[in-house]
């Protein structure tokens, strides 16, 4: 069974940082494309930036834009999200996701594993 697990979240005061982790133990992390998704309440999950198996990061919301950092170490089969400048409308709960096809996409429908979730909350 395929496995992500999120760590990293937590509360943060606007302006500061945190760093999210993605780790696997049970595939080849260089096989797949990952994604980082978010879901605030009340509102859809949506995708924010990708990661493939190159190492080519696209980032989705323009909001993130600057922010927000996805990078990989394969070797230890972690994919991070950095994150700089919260803001209170970054809280939401954080989801990586992965996918064994090529190519990334900010769809939750392109992607067949997920994490469970970690949440982060950005205030005084």
């Known amino acids: 069974q395929v496995q992500l697990v999120e760590s990293g979240g937590g509360l943060a005061q606007p302006g500061g940082s945190l760093t999210l982790s993605c780790t696997t133990s049970t595939f080849t992390l260089d096989s797949y494309v990952i994604a980082w998704f978010r879901q605030a309440p009340g509102k859809e999950r949506e995708g924010l930036l990708c990661?493939?198996?190159?190492?080519?990061?696209?980032t989705y919301v323009d909001s993130v834009k600057g922010r927000f950092t996805i990078s990989r170490d394969n070797a230890k089969k972690k994919v991070f999200l950095q994150m700089h400048s919260l803001r209170p409308e970054d809280t939401a709960v954080y989801y990586c996701?992965?996918?064994?096809?090529?190519?990334?996409?900010?769809?939750?429908?392109?992607?067949?594993?997920w994490g469970q979730g970690t949440p982060v909350t950005v205030s005084y």
């Open positions: 990661n493939t198996q190159s190492d080519s990061s696209t």
């Open positions: 996701a992965g996918k064994p096809s090529y190519g990334c996409s900010s769809s939750v429908r392109a992607y067949s594993y």
